[in-house]
DNA sequence: GGCCGGATGGGTAACGTTACCCATCCCAGG
DNA sequence: CCTGGGATGGGTAACGTTACCCATCCGGCC
């Protein structure tokens, strides 16, 4: 490599002689720690002022904290993730922290487990994991490391925080919607990955929806495609899905994403939402409320889970040790994707 | 802060000891240095290997590089992010670079400063900026301390590397599509910040649009929404529209978020697409290919230009200073949301 | 007046890594 | 046989910050 010119940094070594004091006392008033002066305290940060000076992150990695909270996301493409990162990054704001995020690749456990490593490797605060996947016995030695809160996992852990919504609500909502309509072929869309029986969401939003379904004595309609929560795995699984005979009236996707593939499908097919088939989400991404979308979806409120993850995570680096779990009351907000099933045969789809 | 009993990490020290030679040796094979034997090699592989040893980024930052990209996003919600995400992690991800991301907000100077600030105080060794609103000289600043690539800006300069589409062709491309199917009543949607006149893609597209309406003898039915490249700011800039009389029988919006905003005003407002008012959008990112969404609009390749920009890095990282300009000339995917205007009143919305 | 304790300011040794320099060793060439 | 130089391995001083400890000062109390 080139060595490159930059101009070398300012440092607190510079702030300390222009303020005609020491290191110590500006480490000090930086980190706002006891034993300084008023005056001491205006006159460092007067000459900070002046300098331009900021605090070199890896130097304070190397001895203690490095105001980053490294967020782990499987990817940035879930509309709901940005719900959820725009809550965190309220929170966290006036704080004097700041957030990194890293694709975690979401179904690649070698990806996932290199994504950790990386946030550790970087000395972050505190870690924000976003829909692991991996198994527990991972998460809690992270966990040994670094403050960590988890979103969207059901397993318990006193080592961690977590943050997730009441997923068998939230499912049973959906499921005796479209039943209530007066479907009785409803199917339903889950992600493949999901080895950790009982923690992960969409093992109980898919155990829901057959347990629903079940108590509804409409077990031999069960029909589950079973690809991933994805525009791509919607998509995929919906074709699966129309593909039966008879074809299910009703789909219960377990995201939105993966809502926005199956609406796709449905449409690709030549059938009309919802006059041939309706269909749910989960997670009413902000996007899924847009008149032209309007899908009938699962809220759980990406905000509110993003603020109480930043705040439950200051407070673990600020030393709390108990766990805590904070679970949301998914509510169903219907939109204009479901409807009863219609008797007749339709004719043909209309232009949009 | 308590302190955590975090267990001490292994350290190149620990692996010097157990593989019985120095530090120097081991930091040597770390970096793939000269004058290492094969057998002090693998020697020092396995050792490494035994003790699952990490090297650790901030003592890494304080003496050389960090193998860390920075990212800065304006935010992550704008799917067309996800794909220029794509191809920039499938570039570097055999480098042994990590890409970290930072939402830079867009649209507050402030906000953006302090994400782009977050980042050098993090040592990144390189930054790919997408989309900078800032003024070019804080750019080059930026680029004087830390190799940068920009995306989506036209302004040139020789220190930095910019990755961009000929938004000129773009724009010239729908607006023309649209004039072509009939349209006479065009409407725009742009961003309303748009001070650094000329380097941002918004006010080109906007020039543009303007001026291939006029070259058509349509100026006088020019119709500007300025709000933003968001969803809410094309719904809000399309209620604007459609209240105007006459009407416009096409909106360009200036990007697919935009555009999924104006479908949704234009399907809140009783109206079809494209029945009624034709929509085309701008990125073409995957999401709109959806047969559901079906939106015309005009591509750029984001996953090309995340892997030319993770390239164009890795370059300027490895000693590169001259400048290189990558640009991708678009072309237009016409899909269900435009249609030659409809001369007839239209009859009651269809139910999707 | 002497003493004690809290408040204030500073000195210094790490933290883990790498760039730079130096010491050996070995082999080829004179 | 001697010399020179490339290849190899190691010693050491930074990098910028903070935790810990110590010195000083001042006011109040015995």
Redesign the pocket.
């Known amino acids: ?1 080139v ?1 490159r010119d930059r101009q ?9 002689r222009h303020a ?9 008033v ?2 706002n ?9 205006a006159k460092v940060r007067a000459a900070i002022d002046d300098l331009g ?8 990695a ?4 490095t105001f980053t909270i490294g967020v782990l996301l499987p990817h940035i493409r879930n509309p709901f993730f940005a719900d959820i990162i725009d809550g965190l990054t309220e929170e966290i704001s006036a704080s004097g922290y700041q957030a990194i995020m890293v694709q975690s690749g979401g179904r690649d456990p070698a990806a996932e487990r290199r994504a950790s490593d990386a946030l550790v490797d970087r000395q972050v605060d505190g870690v924000f994991w976003v829909a692991p996947a991996c198994a527990r016995a991972q998460l809690e030695q992270l966990a040994d490391d670094t403050p960590l809160v988890v979103l969207g996992r059901h397993d318990r852990s006193s080592r961690y925080d977590c943050v997730l919504d009441d997923d068998e609500v939230g499912a049973e909502l959906a499921v005796e919607h479209l039943i209530g309509l007066g479907h009785r072929r409803v199917a339903h869309i889950t992600d493949s990955l999901r080895s950790r029986s009982t923690a992960l969401l969409q093992t109980i939003r898919a155990a829901t929806y057959e347990r629903v379904m079940t108590e509804h004595g409409l077990a031999e309609h069960i029909a589950v495609a079973s690809t991933s929560y994805t525009e791509e795995g919607g998509y995929e699984g919906t074709r699966e899905l129309l593909s039966r005979d008879p074809r299910p009236t009703a789909i219960f996707a377990g995201s939105d994403q993966a809502a926005f593939g199956a609406l796709a499908a449905v449409h690709e097919a030549g059938l009309t939402v919802p006059g041939d088939i309706s269909v749910a989400g989960y997670d009413n991404a902000r996007v899924t409320g847009l008149a032209h979308i309007a899908l009938t979806s699962v809220d759980q409120d990406g905000a509110l889970m993003g603020r109480t993850a930043g705040r439950l995570l200051l407070e673990r680096i600020g030393g709390r040790t108990a766990a805590v779990r904070f679970s949301v009351t998914p509510t169903l907000v219907t939109r204009r994707s479901t409807a009863p099933p219609d008797p007749r045969p339709k004719g043909p789809t209309p232009d949009w």
């Open positions: 490599m060595t070398r940094r300012v440092t607190i070594t510079d702030v300390a005609q004091v020491s290191t110590t006392a500006v480490s000090k930086l980190r720690a006891s034993g300084v002066s008023e005056a001491m305290r000076y900021r605090p070199h992150n890896a130097a304070r190397m001895r203690g904290r």
